[in-house]
């Protein structure tokens, strides 16, 4: 019979147990440093301590300090300049004390005194922390006064410490550098000229860049949160999703596909080019999808599926120019079905010429049919 009497009672609160678990969940630097400034005050007889990290060439360029006990001391300075010329001659250490480094270093006490003349500490230990040769971070606990020696408990401690927090500077670094890429990849795409958003299979956007915000506030009469697509663009892709079951579901590597989506009340009209499901660590499908607006319902109707990223480049004015011209009318019939000058025409041509690098009329045409 399986006994559970040793458990603890429910709501005993252990504060080690809790600052243990926190380190090892730390997902980054802040709540990191937290849990383990918690765990190594309550274990050590600490006087104050430090997690310097992001080092270069010995110094680092950020740390975080804890006060064990509330002095008018100020905070220890950000520096290995006490222990460089130590970790320089013992590449990949994995831990040191103050004395060890006295012990070989007989400038170490006198470069102490002059960063730190009362430190009201005799002795530190640092827990160092390598990338190959590299020395990405360490943890600095200076011991009180009174304890310069460390039980064989405290001792045993420290080496339980050193492999977690390893692993949580690890996971955080990692994680910081993830976060970094979604940063610069997000920014990247939300400055581009393109309307683009990416959906789950709830038809959620989970991604919108600035051109989709802009065209999303026009069809939802600029009430959109950003939680849900509009609601006559939304109802246009389920209808789809509906009429048209395997273009959602196929991942065989096909081309994209389009559909023309209309808001008849505001006599909105849009073209929709949707991606194959991605292969995302999901199991829902999430598809790209990517709009071209026109007003007046001059899209394209048929082509490649380049053509809505290559109108994308243009103005809405020029999109329409752009595609009258494709279908091959002449400069004064464009003015005329536009209502605007030959002049203007001949402008926005050029204009168009140049945003999509063609040289001619003949060039346009076939770039936007092919």
Known sequence: MLMLDNLD????????????????????????????????????PCHSCSLMFDIDDYEPQQARHFLAE??????????????????AANPRVRWYTFSQIMSQDALAAARL???NPGPGWREFIHLAFWNEQRLEAVLSIRIRANRPQLTKQELAFLTELYPT?????QRVRSLHAERIRHQAFEAMLYRLPLATALIDARLTPLYLSAEAKKLCLRWSRGLSHGKRLPEAIERGIH??????????????????RRLRLHD?????????EI??????????????????????????????????????????????????????????????????????????????????????????VRLLAG
Request: charged share 20%.
């Open 9 to 44: 009672a429910p709501g005993r609160f252990d504060p080690v147990a809790s600052a243990r678990a926190a380190l090892m969940k730390a997902l980054d630097m802040g709540g990191l440093w937290q849990a383990c400034a918690e765990l190594v005050t309550r274990q050590l």
């Open 264 to 272: 008849p009340e505001r006599g909105l009209h849009m073209q929709v």
């Open 165 to 169: 927090l390893e692993a949580g500077l």
């Open 113 to 115: 005194q002059a960063q």
């Open 70 to 87: 509330a002095t008018d001391a100020a905070l220890p300075v950000t520096s290995l300049a006490v222990s460089a010329p130590y970790l």
């Open 239 to 256: 209808h789809s999703m509906v009429a048209d079951p395997q273009l959602w579901s196929s991942a065989d590597g096909r081309h994209e």
């Open 275 to 364: 991606s194959p499901p991605l292969e995302l660590a999901t199991r829902r499908p999430h598809y790209l999808l990517t709009f071209a607006e026109d007003a007046g319902g001059d899209a394209l109707d048929g082509g490649s599926p380049g053509n809505l990223l290559l109108l994308q480049r243009l103005s809405p004015s020029e999109r329409r120019v752009a595609t009258l011209v494709a279908r091959g009318l002449r400069n004064d019939d464009v003015a005329h079905q536009l209502c605007r000058s030959r002049k203007t025409v001949e402008s926005q041509i050029s204009s168009i010429y140049r945003k999509l690098d063609v040289a001619n009329r003949a060039q346009l």
